[in-house]
């Protein structure tokens, strides 16, 4: 069979990896956007361009936090989702097997 498929194992499979994944992001961003280069590092025909440079890098760590934080929400609305799919599955397993009766 082809195409596209959902079940309780997938679903919680994809909630763990996005959520690992985020949290991988989050703390690689707080690590690169706090940054320590200083005027002077940009030479000094462009060290004016750093405080451009710093907000930017602040800018940056905020939409990249926020990306973390939707991918982690999602992350666990999935989580949600595998649990709640795999009690149905259930219920529905029970009403079929007991509809014969």
């Known amino acids: 069979m082809s195409g596209y498929s ?3 194992d997938s ?7 996005i959520s690992d994944d985020a ?3 989050q ?6 956007t706090a940054t320590t ?5 940009f030479g000094q025909a462009h060290g004016a361009h750093q405080g451009d440079y710093a907000a930017a890098m ?3 760590g905020a939409g990249l936090g926020g990306m973390t934080g939707t991918l982690t ?3 666990s609305l999935l989580g949600q989702a595998a649990t709640n799919y795999s009690s149905v599955e259930g219920s529905n397993a029970t ?7």
Not at 11 to 17: D, E, I, M, V
Not at 37 to 41: H, K, L, P, T, Y
């Open 23 to 25: 949290s991988g992001t």
């Open 37 to 41: 280069i200083a005027a002077a590092d």
């Open 27 to 32: 703390q690689a961003t707080a690590q690169s």
């Open 6 to 8: 959902a079940n309780s």
């Open 58 to 60: 602040k800018e940056l």
């Open 73 to 75: 929400s999602f992350a």
């Open 95 to 101: 009403t079929v097997t007991n509809s014969g009766s």
């Open 11 to 17: 679903l919680s499979s994809a909630s763990k990896k």
